[in-house]
């Protein structure tokens, strides 16, 4: 099975698919509360405990993390945010390898895309196309809304896990194939 993650220090996706592709296991972990998680490190252990369960009810093979974002945009990151991301993906990451004992690879939100088949021209909202996309393309995919008719925290996280271990299954079969 491979496991997808879109690590975030706010929300983080996880999704498991089987060797077939079918989607096992799709959540989202909300850490923004920053009493229940005051810093990086509880933060972190409550992503580990929740590796642990997966670890233990799935076969893993191979793990796809997105990259953190890498690049300052006008209105976007500031290089404290940035930080703090590619910090904690650092850490999620290490408890990954131990949890699985597998070293985790990393796709760009772009390159995971392009292996599913998704298309976002310029000045199309790319979390909304890939939403889209995995509605359309994942019967088990549940979306939540808020009272607002939002969509729910978390799902756009969700979503794009689902990208990365469907883009991650490709390039495991690609690699077995070879």
Request: proline letters at 3%; a positive charge; zero cysteines.
């Amino acid at each position: 099975m491979i496991l997808g993650l879109d690590i975030s220090t706010r929300m983080t996706g996880a999704t498991v698919v089987d060797r077939s592709g079918a989607m096992i296991f799709n959540e989202s972990w909300d850490t923004r509360n920053k009493n229940k998680f005051p810093d990086h490190f509880e933060k972190a252990a409550f992503i580990k405990e929740r590796l642990l369960k997966i670890e233990k009810e799935n076969n893993i093979v191979a793990i796809f993390i997105e990259k953190p974002f890498m690049f300052f945009n006008s209105g976007g990151s500031t290089a404290k945010t940035m930080s703090a991301l590619q910090s904690f993906n650092g850490m999620v990451s290490w408890i990954t390898r131990d949890v699985f004992g597998l070293t985790p690879q990393y796709l760009t939100a772009g390159e995971s895309r392009k292996l599913v088949g998704i298309k976002v021209k310029r000045g199309e909202n790319s979390k909304k196309k890939v939403v889209d996309f995995v509605v359309d393309n994942e019967p088990d995919f549940v979306l939540d809304y808020t009272k607002a008719g939002n969509l729910r925290p978390g799902i756009s996280d969700r979503a794009d896990s689902w990208v990365l271990a469907k883009a991650g299954m490709v390039l495991w079969k690609s690699k077995k194939e070879s």
